[in-house]
């Protein structure tokens, strides 16, 4: 009896995609003698390839909050753009009281435990008006549990645009950052607050005469 034999496969081709060839990975013949031939890349070619950059969820959340200040800021000071509006005809005057009401902010709302003194020589130094009894609720609180926590709280300016200015009247939003450490210990919280303050001029100086929370 005579045997038939089965014609062998034929070898493929090297696969050339953009003028370089591939390698071609041929398998095991099935049961009825076809081969399967797998392409695959070489590791030089895949290790080449460009790796999308992600960027964090923290970043992400920090970019939106970018963007949310810059929106709020441009539709506050348009709604503000009136033709007696110093703040948008007297360059000097806004740079000082951004600069004024930038430190006073960082002065009376930071706290160290060691130096309570300090933040009530700032609040008798910025604070006027109905300012004094808003911030004196706070402060008591404050000065109560600082030194038998050991805590120390750090505030510092992110943005601040001044919305309006009239005579010696100015109208500010303000975006802080706020962070609180305990002495000897390395854990730490932080958070941002938005601030509105209505300041008032008094002695050739800016001084917070109304402070409210968003």
């Not at 070489?42 to 080449?48: C, L």
């Not at 930038?102 to 700032?122: C, I």
């Not at 943005?159 to 210990?185: E, N, P, W, Y």
């Amino acid at each position: 009896m005579s045997r038939t034999r089965l014609p062998s496969p034929k070898p493929r081709r090297p696969v050339t995609v953009a003028g370089r060839p591939r390698k071609a990975a041929v398998t095991e013949p099935d049961s009825d003698g076809n081969t399967a031939v797998a392409e695959d890349l070489p590791v030089a070619e895949r290790a080449n390839r460009p790796h999308r950059p992600r960027l964090s969820a923290a970043l992400c959340a920090a970019a939106l909050l970018l963007a949310g200040c810059a929106v709020w800021f441009g539709l506050e000071a348009r709604n503000a753009g009136t033709p007696d509006n110093a703040a948008f005809a007297d360059g000097a005057a806004t740079s000082a009281v951004s600069g004024q009401m930038s430190a006073a902010l960082e002065a009376v709302f930071s706290v160290d435990y060691r130096d309570l003194g300090k933040t009530e020589a700032a609040a008798n130094q910025y604070l006027t008006g109905q300012a004094v009894d808003q911030y004196r609720q706070l402060l008591d609180v404050v000065k109560q549990q600082a030194p038998a926590n050991q805590l120390v709280l750090t505030t510092r300016v992110r943005s601040l645009a001044v919305k309006d200015i009239h005579g010696l009247t100015a109208h500010l939003l303000v975006f802080v950052d706020q962070s609180t450490s305990r002495a000897g210990s390395v854990d730490s919280s932080s958070g941002g607050a938005q601030i509105r303050i209505t300041a008032t001029r008094q002695d050739e100086r800016w001084r917070i005469a109304e402070i409210g929370v968003l």
